[in-house]
C-alpha cells in the first residue's frame, strides 16, 4: 500500500487545513487509517485514527475539539480538517495505515506551519 500526503503550508494562528492521503496498492477498506505528526527536533507522535469501516474514531487529547479525521472509502482517501491551528501544532504531518496493531504503512509527511 502507497500513501500520499498533501495539503499542508502555512498558516496563521486560528485557522484551517485540511490534510489529504490517498492510498494505492491495496483494499483500503480494509485498513485503519490515522494521522501522526513530529514537531521540530521532537518525537514522532499519534494525532487521530479511524478503523476501517468508519465506526471508530480515536484522536489525542490534544487535538480533541479542534481536529476531525474522516475517510471516503470509495476515493481511497483519508482526511484530517485542522481547525482553530495553533503554533504548537507546527509539525510534519504522516499518514499512516495498519490491518493489525502495528501502523505498517507510512506516506511521506506533509508540512504544516502555523504562525503567531
Known amino acids: 500500500v502507497q500513501l500520499q500526503a498533501s495539503g499542508g503550508g502555512l498558516v496563521q494562528a486560528g485557522g484551517s487545513l485540511r490534510l489529504s492521503c490517498a492510498a494505492s496498492g491495496g483494499t483500503f477498506s480494509d485498513y485503519d487509517m490515522g494521522w501522526f505528526r513530529q514537531p521540530p527536533g521532537k518525537e514522532r507522535t499519534f494525532v487521530a485514527s479511524k478503523s476501517w469501516g468508519g465506526g471508530s474514531t480515536y484522536n489525542a487529547d490534544s487535538v480533541k475539539g479542534r481536529f476531525t479525521i474522516s475517510r471516503d472509502n470509495a476515493k481511497n482517501t483519508v482526511y484530517l480538517q485542522m481547525d482553530s491551528l495553533k503554533p504548537e501544532d507546527t509539525a510534519v504531518y504522516y499518514c499512516?495505515?495498519?490491518?493489525?496493531?502495528?501502523?505498517?504503512?507510512w506516506g511521506r509527511g506533509t508540512l504544516v506551519t502555523v504562525s503567531s
Open positions: 499512516a495505515g495498519r490491518k493489525s496493531r502495528t501502523w505498517i504503512y
